[in-house]
């Protein structure tokens, strides 16, 4: 069985940067695509960033700049890399890896900007 763990999530200020990380576990083979969504309260969810086993990337409009995906393929991580964060980043952000066909979902994670 897949399980994917989020961590990194937190409270900061304005301005500040946090780093979130999916590390999957299980049986899971080469998986395509690595994604961040985040979901705030009373929206829907949105694709943050995707990062493909062929080394591109591609960023929500609003983040672009600030946010920065990145994968470690020999760990199964994906990593966001999250700078100037502003009030509105505030949401819970979760991850999706794609393998096979499958899609696997974590938890999410709290991520709290303070302004």
């Known amino acids: 069985q897949v399980q994917l763990v989020e961590s990194g999530g937190g409270l900061v200020q304005t301005g500040g940067s946090l780093r979130l990380s999916c590390v999957a576990s299980g049986r899971i083979f080469r998986i395509n695509v690595m994604g961040w969504y985040r979901q705030a309260p009373g929206k829907q969810r949105e694709l943050v960033a995707v990062a493909t086993s062929g080394g591109s990337t591609n960023y929500a409009d609003s983040v672009k700049g600030r946010f920065t995906i990145s994968r470690d393929n020999a760990k199964n991580t994906v990593y966001l890399q999250m700078n100037s964060l502003k009030a509105e980043d505030t949401a819970v952000y979760v991850c999706?890896?794609?393998?096979?066909?499958?899609?696997?979902w974590g938890q999410g994670t709290q991520v709290t900007v303070s302004s």
């Open positions: 999706k890896f794609s393998s096979a066909g499958y899609d696997y």
